[in-house]
């Protein structure tokens, strides 16, 4: 049996970190949850009392942070004494890809992670659980551990990792039910213990059969693998995209036929622009990064190229638009529907709006952007982070507007670069009368009815078919 647990701090408001701990604390009304974060306008937003402006738009996300928030769910500033207070703490901080030194551009950043380390030692007068929230390289327990042992007060620390594995956009859905629930420890007593006791707090509501528990190294590097099997069927799929409209095969019914095969499965066939999110991408450089490190070239080349594929479809896109545009888009209004990575959340991080818009910039071409979560703030920040141009030329060339007919009208094209589904109920027939003739649509999602569209008059253009 693992000690009883009846306060949580979390540090990290994030995309994981928030909607996990609402989760947890609304599935268990015993456990006090603090969630933390230095950033006090993503603490502020939480508070908001109309939960409609909470700073993570997931679905049914509202209504969770509505019934616990206040009750047993907080949302504050004041690390040091939620660490304090607390008896298992999780680290959900952001761990990007390093910008700088060694391993720049593949390898994990984890300075936050050792600043939440030190910043436990430093606060805890007793014995605490400290829980891996944030995806890590293998053995980044061994550091944390290494830093709470040698600089801290003397208190006993147990490392468990417990990965994430919600999907954005059903964050809650996989967090109510999920496939399974894996939970990484110390194979000492009282490492088990420990581990029983985070057992315990997803037992409120998770079956037993679902709570996997494995050695801490094991779990560590299942969650970096799982994501990179994940994008390697985005990206094996979209490889098949570029020849299936070559020789005239259609990748939806490609994805079909070998999906029904169960050993394949259905899922993560769905051709699309390319995938992006903050974690494919930034776990597949550092598996890459790991395996060279380790010497071992093959296994990190077989890896590399499924971000190499990625990058190739973003490009793919973006040069396509501009072949059938006459081989020019200088001067001509792109709209853009959709900017986050993927539908019904507000994350745009590594979306591959970003690089098809930085590539259709380059070309001079002037873009309207609309997407029904993400602010026009966060439109120019994504491409200013490029340091392509300058943030003046940005603004100039790209515009973001809040109704979609407004980013439609007089342009010659529109590229749907996020599958959001109210777009396949506009109404294009309006749209394609305010439209620029010849009226393109680049459907990077294989979202619209091509069919429909094409009998309006639109020249249509899918993913993975023939034009
Ligand atoms: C992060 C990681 O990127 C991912 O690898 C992991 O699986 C889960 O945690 P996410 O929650 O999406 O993902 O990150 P983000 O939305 O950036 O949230 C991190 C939060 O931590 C930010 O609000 C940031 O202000 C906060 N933070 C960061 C701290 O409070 N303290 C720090 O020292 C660093
Ligand atoms: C992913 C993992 O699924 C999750 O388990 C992990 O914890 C974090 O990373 P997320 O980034 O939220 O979750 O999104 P996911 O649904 O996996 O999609 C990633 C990208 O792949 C998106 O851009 C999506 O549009 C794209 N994708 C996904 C496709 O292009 N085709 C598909 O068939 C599936």
Redesign the pocket.
């Known amino acids: 049996m693992g000690k009883k647990i009846s306060k949580i701090c979390c540090i990290g408001a994030g995309y994981v970190g928030g909607p996990t701990m609402a989760v947890i604390a609304q599935k268990c009304p015993h456990i006090t949850v603090t969630v933390v974060d230095l950033n006090q306008a993503r603490i502020d937003a939480w508070n908001d009392p109309d939960t409609n402006n909470i700073p993570v738009y997931e679905p049914g996300l509202d209504a969770v942070v509505a019934e616990a928030r206040g009750r047993n769910l907080f949302f504050s500033t004041e690390v040091d004494k939620a660490i304090d207070e607390a008896e298992m703490i999780f680290i959900s901080v952001n761990t990007p890809t390093k910008t700088y030194g060694t391993g720049k551009g593949m390898a994990a950043d984890l300075k936050y992670i050792e600043l939440c380390a030190r910043q436990i030692a430093r606060v805890a007068k007793d014995d605490k659980i400290v829980v891996e929230k944030s995806t890590l390289p293998v053995r980044t327990a061994e550091a944390v551990k290494n830093i709470l042992q040698n600089t801290g007060n003397g208190v006993n620390y147990q490392i468990l990792s417990n990965p ?6 059903t964050a809650v859905e996989d967090l109510h039910a999920p496939d399974r629930v894996l939970i990484g420890g110390d194979t000492t007593p009282e490492g088990q213990e420990a581990l029983e006791s985070l057992v315990e707090v997803y037992a409120n509501w998770v079956p037993r059969e679902r709570i996997l528990t494995t050695n801490l190294w094991s779990s560590e590097l299942s969650k970096l693998t ?2 990179a099997f ?1 994008a390697q069927r ?1 990206s094996s799929i979209n490889a098949l995209s570029e020849l299936c409209e070559r020789t005239g095969a259609d990748v939806s019914e490609v994805a079909r036929s070998i999906g029904t095969d169960s050993r394949i499965g259905p ?4 051709s ?1 622009v390319g ?6 991408q930034k776990d597949i450089l550092n598996l890459v990064y790991i395996a060279r490190s380790y010497g071992l070239k093959e296994v990190a080349d077989y890896w590399e190229q499924v971000i190499i594929m990625n990058d190739h479809q973003k490009r793919r896109f973006a040069t396509n638009i501009v072949k059938t545009l006459y081989n020019t888009v200088s001067g001509k209004k792109i709209a853009f529907l959709g900017w986050a ?2 539908k019904d959340t507000n994350d745009t991080r590594e979306s ?1 709006a970003i690089y098809v818009a930085d590539d259709l910039l380059n070309e001079q071409a002037g873009i309207s952007v609309y997407d029904p979560k993400v602010p026009e703030s966060q439109v120019y920040s994504d491409l200013d982070y490029l340091e392509t141009r300058a943030s003046e030329k940005n603004k100039q060339l790209v515009t973001v507007v809040t109704d979609p007919y407004e980013a439609c009208k007089d342009a010659h094209a529109i590229a749907v670069l996020t599958e959001w589904d109210e777009f396949k109920e506009y109404d294009w027939i309006k749209i394609f009368e305010n439209m620029k003739k010849p009226a393109f649509v680049f459907d990077g999602r294989n979202l619209l009815d091509t069919n429909k569209l094409k009998d309006i008059g639109f020249k249509v253009y899918s993913i993975g078919k023939e034009a």
């Open positions: 994430e594995f919600l999907a954005e956009g799982a994501n994940l985005v899922k993560f066939l769905k699309s995938f992006g999110g903050s974690c494919f990575f993927k591959a």
